[in-house]
């Protein structure tokens, strides 16, 4: 039946805190299925729970899928569309109608326990090493619609008395359902419990506004992390009890992401202490004070940020690495993401960041150097062309934006220091005139090509007698003063005469063995 129906998937975060980056691959799995298939994808803020309500939260989530280039095409900061309100405490009205459905056709009940009665039961069972829950078989020691007699409720309602309604699961049952990652799920009710839909605040839990919102939103794929599977037994008898099992959305549970270990969920904690961003933004609990950094904040680059997550957990069964979020959309498929727990891993991260720095327009990276320039080297005067080379050549050295001054400061200030290593290394008595015969020719060189000047270093090598291997890494010290560096005539031709002499003059004045 779904298969008929356009493809409709939501993403549906609780405003709980800052986004985990887990969150956010599930929204990317969601817009990339969305996208594949024409159809459309939701945010729905599932913001039942109250207590919960961490100002800052929900428009932290708009402004993550913003930055990272995915967003809905509907919903709570993406244009009202037929389906609104999406923020289920805007639709508080709409769910007792189904919880009395559920209570009127035998599926649920009224339950008047008090948090006496629960911790009650909860101790008796105990007591005996039964599992406390409120189940087939406690429901019948408790204070509910079908214990009392039918005046009483009525009074108790009446009197508005606090209740909650529960579901009724049957004793023993199967529950089967297949998962587009998992395959056949069959829980027994017995392993359930008789959870609470609807609260006499006139609040759904977060099942019934998940299911009946599902339904409402005409959901055809349920694309969600892990942690709901438990869930999903309980979401298909809800479907199935409101006579929308017709129209039940697919489900498809995504494996966990993983610490670097492999040793468990992949927590805030992990993090901080390892040195990696779990947030896609910066982020700053109002509560707590408590800040934590986002990927954003930390130099990553936001097709970086898609292409990585959109590894943990899915391969495309090819040795592509590096997919932009169109190529992204056209290769991935629910078939290919993993049931295992996927690890996140620090080093793979930078690479992609270091990659998609390469990608990106030396014009586009410019203003960046520009403005550490300005900051270290006020009174510096270079042209957009000269600093616009630096940055084509010194991204393929970086992992980040922010490194760009690090790593090019020598194309606009002379080396302060000389890597030592390298001098005690590579520094003899031929130095002094290997330095003064490359001046020499360089300053005789008409055009400052990156091969006329390695012809003219060669030449210069050959006439002293000395291997390329024992004097190139000096030569790059003298230029830069570090030892590694982009390709080193190439890095000269972008120098110039003037620079490269002045720097070769600088370095034969001090550098000594
Ligand atoms: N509100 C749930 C969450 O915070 C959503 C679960 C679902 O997608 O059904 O992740």
């Given at each position: 039946m779904t298969q008929d129906r356009r493809v409709r998937v939501r993403f549906a975060p609780s405003p709980t805190g800052a986004l985990h980056i887990g969150g956010v691959r599930t929204a990317l799995y969601n817009y990339l299925f969305a996208k594949k298939h024409g159809g459309d994808f939701v945010l729905r803020i599932e913001d039942t729970?109250?207590?919960?309500?961490?100002?800052?939260?929900?428009?932290?989530?708009?402004?993550?899928?913003?930055?990272?280039?995915?967003?809905?095409?509907?919903?709570?900061?993406?244009?009202?569309?037929?389906?609104?309100?999406?923020?289920?405490?805007?639709?508080?009205?709409?769910y007792r109608q189904f919880a009395e459905q559920?209570?009127?056709?035998?599926?649920?009940?009224?339950?008047?326990?008090?948090?006496?009665?629960?911790?009650?039961?909860?101790?008796?069972?105990?007591?005996?090493?039964?599992?406390?829950?409120?189940?087939g078989i406690t429901r019948s020691a408790m204070k509910n619609s079908l214990?009392?007699?039918e005046d009483e409720v009525k009074r108790k309602l009446e009197n508005g008395d606090p209740y909650v309604i529960r579901i009724k699961l049957p004793r023993k049952e199967e529950v089967k359902f297949h998962d587009e990652i998992r395959g056949w799920?069959?829980?027994?009710?017995?392993?359930?419990?008789?959870?609470?839909?609807?609260?006499?605040?006139?609040?759904?839990?977060?099942?019934?506004?998940?299911?009946?919102?599902?339904?409402?939103?005409?959901?055809?794929?349920?694309?969600?992390?892990?942690?709901?599977?438990?869930?999903?037994?309980?979401?298909?008898?809800l479907y199935r009890y409101l006579g929308w099992e017709d129209v039940m959305p697919k489900f498809a549970?995504?494996?966990?992401?993983?610490?670097?270990d492999g040793t468990g969920k992949l927590s805030k904690r992990d993090g901080?202490?390892?040195?990696?961003?779990?947030?896609?933004?910066?982020?700053?609990?109002?509560?707590?004070?408590?800040?934590?950094?986002?990927?954003?904040?930390?130099?990553?680059?936001?097709?970086?940020?898609?292409?990585?997550?959109?590894?943990?957990g899915w391969n495309p069964g090819t040795h592509q690495e590096l997919f932009s979020l169109?190529?992204?959309?056209?290769?991935?498929?629910?078939?290919?993401?993993?049931?295992?727990?996927?690890?996140?891993?620090?080093?793979?991260?930078?690479?992609?960041?270091?990659?998609?720095?390469?990608?990106?327009?030396?014009?586009?990276?410019?203003?960046?150097?520009?403005?550490?320039?300005?900051?270290?080297?006020p009174e510096a005067t270079f042209s957009d062309e000269y600093i616009e080379k630096v940055c084509g050549i010194v991204k393929e050295k970086i992992s980040f934006v922010k490194e760009l001054w690090d790593y090019s400061n020598y194309f606009f200030i002379e080396p302060a220091n000389y890597d030592e290593g390298v001098i005690k290394k590579r520094y003899n008595e031929k130095v002094p005139q290997l330095l003064s015969d490359l001046i020499e020719a360089f300053s005789a060189l008409a055009e400052f090509s990156h091969s006329n000047t390695e012809a003219a270093y060669n030449a210069v090598l050959?006439?002293?007698?000395?291997?390329?291997?024992?004097?190139?890494?000096?030569?790059?010290?003298?230029?830069?003063?570090?030892?590694?560096?982009?390709?080193?005539?190439e890095m000269v031709e972008i120098f110039g005469k003037d620079k490269t002499i002045q720097h070769l003059n600088k370095a034969s004045a001090s550098i000594k063995g």
């Open positions: 729970d109250q207590t919960r309500f961490v100002p800052g939260a929900e428009e932290y989530i708009i402004e993550s899928l913003k930055w990272l280039g995915i967003e809905p095409n509907e919903g709570v900061g993406f244009g009202e569309g037929p389906h609104a309100p999406y923020r289920q405490s805007d639709r508080k009205p709409m559920l209570i009127a056709a035998g599926y649920a009940y009224y339950a008047f326990d008090t948090a006496e009665d629960l911790e009650a039961m909860r101790e008796r069972l105990k007591a005996s090493n039964v599992d406390a829950k409120y189940d214990t009392l007699p799920i069959i829980v027994n009710t017995s392993q359930m419990d008789d959870k609470v839909l609807f609260k006499s605040d006139g609040m759904p839990t977060y099942h019934l506004a998940n299911v009946v919102d599902d339904w409402d939103m005409k959901t055809t794929h349920v694309i969600r992390g892990e942690e709901w599977l438990p869930s999903a037994p309980l979401h298909v008898l549970h995504l494996p966990l992401l993983l610490k670097p901080d202490r390892l040195g990696f961003p779990v947030f896609p933004l910066d982020w700053e609990d109002p509560k707590t004070g408590e800040k934590s950094s986002g990927y954003k904040q930390a130099g990553y680059l936001p097709e970086a940020v898609v292409n990585l997550l959109a590894f943990l169109e190529e992204l959309i056209a290769a991935f498929t629910l078939e290919r993401v993993g049931k295992h727990g996927a690890k996140f891993d620090q080093n793979k991260a930078k690479w992609y960041n270091q990659q998609y720095v390469r990608k990106v327009d030396n014009h586009l990276l410019a203003p960046s150097l520009k403005a550490a320039l300005a900051l270290n080297v050959a006439k002293n007698e000395v291997a390329s291997k024992d004097f190139l890494q000096l030569f790059r010290v003298c230029l830069s003063g570090v030892a590694g560096g982009p390709p080193i005539f």
